[in-house]
């Protein structure tokens, strides 16, 4: 590439190809989703359900 290349308006720009159907990361796309959340259960509660409830406003 010349120093004119750079400077021109006009200069081609590369573009990388696009991956086609068998790039990696694409064979499953399903196994990318995540997992349902899993319901509560009642003996193991979240973090802000043990124990006893604390008024907190002023």
Known sequence: MT???AI???APARIPPTPGPAAPGRQHPERRRR???RSPDP???RPDERGERVD???
Do not use: I, L, N, Y
Request: hydrophobic share 15%; aromatic share 0%.
């Open 8 to 10: 021109r308006p006009g």
């Open 56 to 58: 907190v406003t002023v």
């Open 43 to 45: 003996e193991h509660p």
């Open 3 to 5: 120093s004119d290349d």
């Open 35 to 37: 997992p349902p959340k």
